[in-house]
């Protein structure tokens, strides 16, 4: 069977038959072939030695080789058209004992050679041939044995050449499948070993061996991905293997064998290549299996050649690589004493097989296992190189191994990069020359091309907790090295920036595949779990592992931080650690000790510390920390390497005993083959540490030898010594690799040494499987939080210092690409962040004059580049933009002064102008059209304000005004530039596709033009500009909301707030307050038949006018009432909320105290209560109270104030018709007669009266409604009673006696009221609990108003009215049974009976008697000998509540 050859059918470009190319006929085969025997005789005749032979004797026999290139030359005619089916050994033999003939001469050879080469290249061999295998066989074998006499080098050298061109064209052919492996192997040290001796001969041998060297090694690995992979069976129990490759390698012995003649005519060459096959060691294997191994070896090797050949000449390369060791010179020498030319050529050769063989690398174990192993660890060891072309050549070889086969070279990758890091960091702090800087700087760079290379790099790396932060540090680097540091901007500086920007780039490629937006908080760890514990169940299905490591990256932040506490404080560290659930609750030695194993950036001093510790506890953890380790197949150093790297072994004897005996103890359990007990482990773990302190310490002169070593371990291995070549071993791998105990603190990068190599092979097996993303954005937001900085900071630095426009154009398209991700991620301060630094370079934030701003603008190509990106940005990525508004506005505001806005800007959706002069009283009509063409110094004047103050303050500063002088011609040209440069900038769709905008980007908008009017209006007195800017800013805020009017709740605070300061800093009428009130008035004149549900905030807004500033509201007062009064007339029918309804009232209200305005006030307030059309449950309360305003304003005659408490009343009979339940009624009609009571103490007489007898009309004509009655008792409260004490407060006092006259008549009214209401209400309020303290209150206030004095006198219709109307009173109580005379055996509190005569006898002492004629006198002294005054008793509260 055919172990990992060739398919037959191989698709290999090279043997597929080229167009127009045809096998010649058998007669045209024939003369060619006869052609070259005629040659090859020519050259032989023409030698001196073989030309003497022809003249002699006929006897004379003729050579051997002439013979045969006869007798072939008889034949070949005879073939006809059957060349096929002859055996190409039999016209190939002649030519081929030429060339293996050492008796011949380079002239003759190199003819010979040529012949075959011809024969090769006809296309007469193909796998259909007969005994064609055969032909092979013998070329190969006679052109690698070739044997020649050298005459000169000129023919030695043509000679060498040929050799290796017949042997590219073995490998070309089409029966090259049928080669063995052993003979492919054998074409390619052939052709080695002239690459090596040319380089003694001229350079034309060098070039065309090296450039065949290339051609073999692609021929060769190209067929890799064409090449079945099988298993072969196994035999018996045996294993199965695949043999690929026998799992030996062949080592190959070249020699030039030379001898020169006494005289140095001329020497004997050859080419010659000899096989030993290196067979496994005695004591690894019986000798039976030794056999075994080499048959199967021998096998492979005859088989045809396939992988085995390939693995061989792969080992064979990277074996090349280790020229260095072998001159025992590292590779970080200077390059003049290391000779790069053999590594350099092995790294070409060997990138030029994986760029062909591809991923089919990954389908073939042993190969894939050099790569990993041999290769990369080179790789590692010249990537410290200080050749720039060794460093070219190892970065090359890096990123084919990337492209083709990451997934099997997780921890390589790693290593290598930190590596890659680590010099470019220090390259640039001058260690390394530019050459090498900028080599590894163009090798990170072609990696961030790659499209989802950081994306990788962030998912394998940064997410896991094993590896360091390879993204992280990636992208610090390009933005730290893109950065110019007290020098010019440079060209790898840019080279940077490329870098940086190619992964941007990457990310912005993947924002059109987004995914849904989804929660990117990442909560805490609820439990404790062991993290070092938990996988993902799939790493090929984005749904398992996105967010699977996506909370690893989140531990892995919160575990660096827990180290820094633990390093800091162990005691507090642990206890953090706990608290964050990262340690259990109650500690456990397996839990802390995997803690202390897997956790990155602990302080390995402290780990040290803590293991090596007597107690208890950590010496079980010190166990369990040993038992997180695999030792098994290892040898005890590398063991006890990777032991002490993760930590620092403490000083003390003691702690390292208890440190190596957990050692010992765990590494006997897992390779107990040669040790005979853990004391052995650890008494060679302590000979191998005091070795290596003898070898590596300087201070140690006497170093130990090998015998020293070996005769120091003697017998301790269970009382025998252990086996020489074993401590021979350990010895000579401590002297050449030493064990570092103390890490190196601070180092980014460790050097990678053959102990390191080997554990991260070994960590390279359990390793999570290598993430490969696609176009899908997975972690893209998570890499953008970490690179948005850096890279938004490296485009402005690189902007502002570059000096073409090429450079321009790539920060420009930077930034784009950082808005797209921006807006896409939801990054909006970094939109914002990136919008600032562009406004900074249009120049259009400077101060300056217009004229000179133009100029310098226009000569700027990087200032307009900026300008157009900018607006491109706010054009496209408006949603996403917050703050950034505010600089975008503010060059909007620098181009209005410039003239350079389009005129479009500041109209609304119907195109007309917001604050057209029709739609606004005394407002003047602006003219537009004009304004984007000429500067703002030119067009400010026929903007400003027509107001009275205005039109004053123009006529003096008319004869101040300087003449507009004409602009020169490069003013013209540059205005002009400037004018196309805005056009691209698309000023205008800010505002109109405002409505588009997202709610919270829309409101950032409207807060940035308020925030930039603001800057104008600072100042006591604003200047025309500033005044035109403000007005420009408020039109613009006009225009975005009429825009969204679906979208006004969000908008309307502040827009409010925005007119509100503007209505409440102005002093005096101006523009700006005249386009702030009627604009508002336009807004809610436009949006209210439109908006019905938003008339309450439209409305509400209204009330801004009642703030205007006095001598403001005198100019606009009249417009604004009638405007209000319209509004009501025409859309009462829009407002239907009772908070519109206030609003609405509110304003009338305010009017009734305005001479001029409370006319037409009133005539609003009229028209909505006098027909009760409009009149609802939701505003009747707020027009009771805009009606007693009215009644109380003193402003309008007297008339005007009964007409408004006859519409208060009025409105009393709309409770009747309203369905709504007595709750809703009572609570209307309660404010309706609180209105009526404050009147009641009106100063005016006749209105006083009237609202008197209104309250009276009010309280006592509810018979056809019910009013509950808790609600009556609220109303005596708050009402009659506060009425009564109000007026008796009045009446009592002296200052505001005279100001009421006439209060005798009020007071009885309001007494006659009182007593009324009660009476009516007695059978009702009785049952209630505070009818006690209701009756108590009426009484306590008859008796005060019984003693009241008017102008120093009691009044005697007081005296006589109050008697009467309490003795009706307590009539109407006694016939319905409220007022009775408790029964003798009743306990308990004081009854009505008893509480009610104190009371009355101090008004009448006569009325109990009168009332009850046959009820005794009460004999309770004590209650009238001091009866309770209302004052003191429990019914104050009450009564005053």
């Known amino acids: ?142 052109v690698t044995g070739c044997r020649f006499e050298v005459t000169d080098p000129a023919s030695e050298e043509v000679v060498l050449m040929k050799i290796l061109q017949v042997l590219l064209a073995c490998m070309k052919c089409k029966a090259s499948i049928l080669l063995n492996n052993q003979q492919v192997c054998t074409i390619v040290y052939t052709c080695f070993r002239i690459v090596h001796q040319a380089g003694t001969k001229g350079e034309l041998l060098q070039r065309i061996a090296r450039t065949t060297m290339h051609e073999l090694i692609r021929c060769i690995f190209s067929r890799l991905p064409y090449i079945q992979h099988m298993e072969k069976p196994s035999d018996g129990g045996g294993p199965s293997s695949q043999t690929e490759v026998g799992g030996v390698h062949s080592e190959y012995t070249f020699g030039v064998k030379q001898s020169a003649s006494a005289n140095g005519s001329f020497k004997h060459a050859s080419i010659s290549v000899g096989s030993e096959w290196s067979l496994p060691a005695a004591n690894a294997v019986s000798d039976g299996s030794v056999g075994e191994a080499v048959n199967d070896t021998q096998q492979i090797m005859r088989e045809p050649y396939g992988v085995p050949c390939m693995v061989e000449v792969f080992h064979f390369l990277c074996s090349l690589l280790n020229i260095a060791e072998q001159m025992e010179m590292s590779p970080r020498s200077n390059q003049t004493e290391f000779d790069e030319d053999v590594p350099l050529f092995a790294l070409g050769l060997i990138n030029s097989a994986i760029e062909l063989a591809g991923s089919a690398i990954e389908r073939h174990p042993k190969l894939l296992a050099l790569i990993q192993d041999d290769l990369f660890h080179n790789l590692m060891q010249f990537g410290m190189s200080l050749s720039p072309l060794i460093l070219s050549m190892v970065c090359n070889i890096t990123l084919n191994l990337y492209l083709h086969l990451r997934a099997e070279l997780k921890l390589q990758l790693e290593a290598f990069f930190s590596c890659l890091t680590w010099r470019l960091t220090h390259s640039r702090h001058g260690s390394a020359s530019y050459q090498q800087h900028e080599v590894l700087m163009e090798a990170l760079v072609d990696f961030c091309r790659q499209k989802t290379f950081m994306a990788e790099m962030y998912t394998n790396f940064d997410c896991d907790l094993s590896f360091c932060d390879v993204f992280e540090d990636l992208a610090n680097l390009l933005s730290k090295s893109a950065f110019p540091v007290n020098s010019p901007l440079s060209s790898m500086h840019i080279l940077a920036l490329e870098g940086l920007l190619a992964v941007v780039q990457g990310l912005a490629a993947r924002t059109c595949n987004a995914l849904p937006v989804k929660d990117q908080t990442l909560l805490g760890l609820a439990d404790y779990t062991p993290f070092w514990t938990v996988k993902c169940e799939n790493y090929t299905d984005p749904n398992c592992w996105v967010e699977f490591v996506r909370q690893r990256k989140h531990l892995k932040r919160v575990l660096m931080t827990s180290a820094d506490h633990f390093n800091r404080d162990t005691k507090k560290g642990l206890e953090f650690l706990q608290g964050m659930h990262l340690l259990p609750d109650k500690l456990d030695p397996s839990s802390v000790a995997c803690f202390l194993r897997y956790t990155p950036g602990l302080d390995k001093n402290v780990v040290g510390d803590l293991l090596g510790s007597h107690d208890e506890f950590w010496v079980q953890v010190l166990h369990e920390f040993a038992r997180t380790f695999d030792f098994q197949d290892r ?78 371990n003697r017998r301790i291995n269970g009382g025998n010594d252990l086996p020489r070549e074993f401590l021979s071993d350990l010895y000579h791998s401590i ?50 939080a970490i690179l948005s900085g850096p890279t938004l900071a490296a485009l402005s630095v690189v902007y502002d210092h570059a000096e073409h426009e090429d450079v321009y154009q790539m920060c420009i398209d930077g930034f784009l690409a950082v808005a797209e991700i921006s807006a896409s991620h939801h990054f909006e301060e970094v939109l914002d962040d990136l919008v600032v630094s562009l406004c900074k370079f249009t120049t259009l934030l400077n101060p300056s004059q217009p004229e000179e701003l133009i100029l310098t603008f226009t000569d700027d190509a990087k200032a307009m580049m900026a300008t157009v990106t900018v607006f491109t940005i706010a054009n496209t990525y408006g949603d996403s933009i917050h703050t950034g508004w505010r600089s975008i506005l503010e060059c909007i505001l620098t181009l209005h002064k410039l003239g350079l806005v389009p005129a479009l800007v500041g109209h609304d959706s119907t195109g007309e102008n917001e604050l057209s002069s029709d739609s606004m009283p005394g407002k003047p009509v602006k003219s537009s059209t004009s304004a984007s063409h000429v500067p703002a110094k030119i067009v400010t004047t026929a903007q400003r304000s027509s107001g009275l103050m205005s039109r004053f303050s123009r006529l003096l500063s008319f004869d101040a005004e300087e003449p507009i002088l004409e602009p020169s011609d490069e003013e013209v040209e540059a205005r002009q ?46 200047s025309h500009e500033d005044e035109d800017a403000s007005v420009f800013c408020l039109e613009l805020l006009i225009t975005v909301t009429l825009y969204n009017r679906d979208r006004i709740v969000l908008l309307w605070p502040s827009v409010h707030e925005h007119i509100a300061g503007i209505v409440q800093s102005t002093a005096m009428p101006s523009a700006l307050v005249e386009r ?33 500033d006095a001598r403001v509201a005198d100019a606009y007062c009249e417009h604004i009432t009638q405007e209000v009064t319209d509004l009501v007339k025409t859309n009462a029918g829009c407002i239907r909320s009772q908070m519109g309804w206030r609003t609405i009232t509110s304003l009338l209200s305010i009017t009734a105290r305005h001479p001029e305005a409370s006319e037409v006030g009133f005539e609003a307030l009229a028209f909505v209560m006098y027909d009760g059309a409009h009149l609802s449950p939701g505003n009747c309360v707020l027009f009771i109270d805009a009606s007693r305003q009215f009644a109380e304003s003193r402003v309008g005659p007297s008339e005007r104030s009964i007409h408004a408490l006859d519409l208060m009343a009025g409105s009393f009979t709309c409770l009747k018709k309203w369905e709504v339940s007595p709750q809703e009624i009572g609570e209307i009609w309660m404010r309706l007669v609180r209105g009526l009571r404050k009147v009641c103490l009106d100063r005016r007489e006749e209105v006083r009266n009237h609202a008197v007898l209104s309250l009276q009309r009010c309280t006592t004509g509810c018979e056809e409604f019910s009013i509950p009655p808790l609600i009556w008792i609220q109303c005596f409260d708050e009402v009659i009673f506060t009425m009564l004490d109000d007026m008796l407060e009045v009446t009592q006092g002296q200052s505001s006696s005279k100001d009421y006259r006439n209060m005798e008549g009020t007071l009885i009214h309001a007494v006659k009221l009182s007593s009324k209401v009660f009476l009516q209400l007695v059978n009702d309020l009785s049952p209630m609990e505070s009818f006690s303290r209701l009756w108590l209150g009426i009484l306590g206030r008859m008796e005060k108003y019984t003693k009241v004095k008017l102008r120093g006198k009691r009044s005697e219709k007081l005296q006589e009215l109050i008697p009467e109307l309490l003795k009706n009173t307590l009539l109407v109580m006694k016939t319905k049974g409220v007022l009775v005379k408790p029964n003798s055996d009743d306990t308990g509190s004081d009854s009505l009976w008893e509480l009610t005569w104190p009371l009355v006898s101090n008004i009448a002492s006569s009325l109990k008697s009168e009332v009850f004629p046959d009820q005794e006198p009460d004999n309770q002294l004590k209650e009238t000998a001091n009866p309770a005054s209302p004052e003191e008793s429990g019914t104050t509260g009450f009564i005053q509540s």
């Open 977 to 1022: 530039r400037a004018h196309e440069t805005i056009q691209k900038c698309r000023i205008n769709g800010i505002f109109t596709e405002s409505k588009f905008l997202q709610s919270n980007s829309l409101l950032h908008l409207v807060q940035a033009l308020i925030w930039v009017s603001g800057k104008s209006q600072k100042g006591k007195y604003l």
């Open 1 to 142: 069977m055919e172990i990992g050859s060739l398919k037959l059918q191989y698709g290999v470009e090279g043997d597929k038959e080229k167009p127009g190319h045809c096998i010649p006929s058998g007669c045209a085969l024939a003369c060619m072939v006869n052609s070259e025997i005629g040659a090859v005789l020519a050259v032989v005749r023409r030698n001196v030695r073989w030309g003497g032979r022809y003249m002699a004797d006929d006897d004379q026999l003729e050579h051997s080789l002439v013979q045969s290139l006869k007798i072939l030359r008889k034949q070949i005619f005879s073939w006809d058209n059957q060349w096929h089916t002859v055996s190409p050994s039999i016209y190939l033999q002649p030519f081929l004992d030429v060339i293996r003939s050492d008796e011949i001469g380079a002239p003759i050879t190199g003819v010979a050679l040529s012949s075959v080469y011809k024969i090769l290249t006809l296309g007469i061999l193909d796998p259909n041939t007969v005994n064609v295998g055969e032909a092979m066989h013998l070329i190969v074998d006679a």
């Open 1076 to 1108: 702030a009130v009627f604009g508002l008035l336009h807004i809610c004149r436009r949006l209210l038949p439109y908006k019905e549900n938003l008339a309450d905030d439209l409305l509400r807004s209204l009330q801004l006018v009642l703030k205007l």
């Open 735 to 784: 002297c050449k690799n030493e064990i570092r105990m103390t890490p190196e603190q601070g180092a980014d990068f460790v050097e990678v040494t053959s102990s390191r190599w080997i554990n991260l092979l070994h960590k390279s097996q359990g390793a999570t499987p290598f993430i490969t993303y696609d176009s899908r954005p997975f972690l893209d937001h998570d890499m953008f």
């Open 635 to 712: 040898s005890l150093d590398t063991a006890l390497r990777l032991f002490l790297e993760s930590f620092r072994l403490p000083g003390e004897s003691q702690k390292i005993q208890r440190v190596l005996e957990a050692f010992s103890e765990r590494y006997y359990e897992q390779s107990p083959q040669i040790l005979a007990n853990k004391d052995a482990a650890l008494l060679l773990s302590y000979s191998i540490i005091m070795l290596n302190t003898d070898r590596h310490n300087v201070q140690v002169k006497k170093k130990m030898t090998e015998e020293d070593f070996i005769r120091n």
